[in-house]
T-cell receptor, first 115, second 112 residues
Framework: GAVVSQHPSRVICKSGTSVKIECRSL??????MFWYRQFPKQSLMLMAT?????????EQGVEKDKFLINHASLTLSTLTVTSAHPEDSSFYIC???????????FGSGTQLSVL | TQLLEQSPQFLSIQEGENLTVYCNSS?????LQWYRQEPGEGPVLLVT?????EVKKLKRLTFQFGDARKDSSLHITAAQPGDTGLYLC????????????FGKGTKLSVKP
């Protein structure tokens, strides 16, 4: 089946620094990628939709200047958490969708801890 | 706001018991997917149902899509400790760029 690689799986950073998370589709071209945030024992909350070659569409309440998304190719999208603060600590997950399939394939997630 | 109500939110049962998880909405979905997620990992797709009234079986798991494609259920027979995890339903709507609307999840704990 389709595979989505996300890394790093875990990152610890100091407050004020920026962290980049990568999401790669390994065996298919992902025209659309999604970024989610998940709090402990809760469901996934969509942050933004990323389309290759265009600006990401952010959900209401998500700061686009804080969570920078780049989808430069059909196999790679990145999420950069800028000037991270402790309240940004969370589990971030990406997913990717091919050109014709409604199925989404998820990365393994990134646990971000901001000290 | 499109909602997918999932219940129960928490479920703790003994090994060997049966259980059912429900997802309900007032919206029609072109397909509905069920995922299982382990702590610290991404969701893993279990099944996709597309046709109203469809029933799919995956070993001890039975998935059903409502006739009107607004609701779905997951039934687990003779639950085992290995079934423990977070179960998520997610609905897809046409023209939504493929984004899924997620239920809040059901945290299942199966005790030996």
């Amino acid at each position: 089946g389709a595979v989505v690689s996300q890394h790093p799986s875990r990152v610890i950073c100091k407050s004020g620094t920026s962290v980049k998370i990568e999401c790669r589709s390994l065996d298919f071209q992902a025209t659309t990628m999604f970024w989610y945030r998940q709090f402990p024992k809760q469901s996934l909350m969509l942050m933004a939709t990323s389309n290759e070659g265009s600006k990401a569409t952010y959900e209401q309440g998500v700061e686009k200047d804080k969570f920078l998304i780049n989808h430069a190719s059909l196999t790679l999208s990145t999420l950069t958490v800028t000037s991270a603060h402790p309240e940004d600590s969370s589990f971030y997950i990406c997913s990717a969708r091919g050109q014709t399939d409604e199925k989404l394939f998820f990365g393994s997630g990134t646990q971000l801890s901001v000290l | 706001t499109q909602l997918l109500e999932q219940s129960p939110q928490f479920l703790s049962i003994q090994e060997g018991e049966n259980l059912t998880v429900y997802c309900n909405s007032s919206s029609v979905f072109s397909s509905l997917q069920w995922y299982r997620q382990e702590p610290g990992e991404g969701p893993v797709l279990l099944v996709t149902v597309v046709t109203g009234g469809e029933v799919k079986k995956l070993k001890r798991l039975t998935f059903q899509f409502g006739d009107a494609r607004k609701d779905s259920s997951l039934h687990i027979t003779a639950a085992q400790p290995g079934d423990t995890g977070l179960y998520l339903c997610a609905g897809a709507q046409r023209g939504s760029q493929g984004n899924l609307i997620f239920g809040k999840g059901t945290k299942l704990s199966v005790k030996p």
